[in-house]
């Protein structure tokens, strides 16, 4: 249970960012590589939100 909350957690943070801040999310290399870099980079936040929610807890 705890996990899903840190999920939660995370996606609520993620949704947030990218509401206020979506610059920072927009794909400036169009190239799949790009592409796939972004989307490890949010992974990444993603996994580290979790990580520093479950700490918390």
């Given at each position: 249970?705890?996990?899903s909350?840190?999920e939660?957690?995370?996606?609520?943070?993620?949704?947030?960012?990218?509401?206020?801040?979506?610059?920072?999310?927009?794909?400036r290399?169009?190239?799949?590589?790009?592409?796939?870099?972004?989307?490890?980079?949010?992974?990444?936040?993603?996994?580290?939100?979790?990580?520093?929610?479950?700490?918390?807890?």
């Amino acid at each position: 249970m705890a996990s899903s909350q840190a999920e939660n957690a995370a996606d609520n943070l993620l949704a947030e960012l990218i509401k206020h801040q979506p610059e920072l999310f927009q794909l400036r290399d169009c190239s799949p590589e790009g592409g796939r870099a972004l989307g490890d980079a949010i992974i990444a936040l993603r996994l580290k939100l979790i990580d520093m929610h479950q700490s918390q807890g």
